[in-house]
């Protein structure tokens, strides 16, 4: 099945820095998501990206799917942007949604 | 946007007893739900996928005997975890497209963590 790495696994920023997180998948999909999952646990949709470049706000993503990799940018980060960052994908002709491992942010005030 | 709720948020109960989960898509119609499992500080395990007035899909490893899934309806999807052992302890999560396509945006619950003595 496909496999999906995330990277990387943990990441310390201070207050206003800014960071890439990474995607990378083994196969081609037709659903790919990034959610960020609070320290409650919630899961909270970040991006819906197949493919393209969208932005909302202080966060956007890049999805290049020939090149089987998505990118997550986080500008100015806020210690409310500490937790975990899922990417998750489906492949064609699947049916199931894998997630990556998550890389878990902290940003320090 | 999509929202979906999950009940209860947390509960406690003593091994053997049997717990249900209950995931509802309150502002839009789910014809396909999903449950998940996550340890901590690991990422998100499907469990089945859970279509509206068919029997769930388990995926390999899971034991539908213990792990009751039902899909009454297009805004209602329950998860029963059935003579709950301590190995059962976990968080646990449904989601659900907006429409009964795969390809759709999922939404996720707020999550149940269960806790078996």
């Known amino acids: 099945g496909i496999q999906v790495e995330q990277s990387p696994p943990d990441l310390i920023l201070q207050e206003g820095a800014n960071s890439t997180l990474r995607c990378n998948f083994s196969d081609s999909v037709n659903n790919l998501q990034w959610f960020h999952q609070n320290p409650w646990g919630q899961l909270i949709n970040l991006f819906y990206?197949?493919?393209g470049t969208k932005q909302n706000g202080r966060l956007s993503a890049t999805t290049v799917a020939t090149e089987r990799y998505s990118l997550l940018y986080i500008s100015s980060s806020q210690t409310t942007d500490s937790g975990v960052y899922f990417c998750?994908?489906?492949?064609?002709?699947?049916?199931?949604?894998?997630f990556g491992a998550g890389t878990r942010l902290f940003v320090k005030a | 946007g999509a929202v979906v709720s999950q009940h209860p948020s947390w509960v406690i109960c003593k091994s053997g007893t049997s717990v249900k989960i209950e995931c509802r898509s309150l502002?839009?119609?789910?014809?396909?739900m999903f449950w998940y499992r996550q340890f901590p500080k690991q990422s998100l395990m499907l469990m089945a996928t859970?279509?509206?007035?068919?029997?769930?899909?388990?995926e390999q490893g899971v034991e539908k005997d213990k792990f009751l899934i039902n899909h009454a309806s297009l805004t209602l999807s329950t998860l029963t975890v059935t003579s709950a052992h301590p190995e059962d302890s976990s968080f646990y999560i449904c989601?659900?497209?907006?429409?009964?396509?795969?390809?759709?945006?999922?939404?996720f619950g707020p999550g149940t963590r269960l806790t078996v003595l």
């Open positions: 859970s279509n509206e007035g068919s029997k769930a899909t388990y």
């Open positions: 998750a994908v489906r492949g064609t002709g699947g049916f199931k949604t894998i």
């Open positions: 502002d839009f119609q789910a014809t396909t």
């Open positions: 990206i197949p493919s």
């Open positions: 989601s659900a497209t907006t429409s009964g396509g795969f390809d759709n945006e999922q939404f």
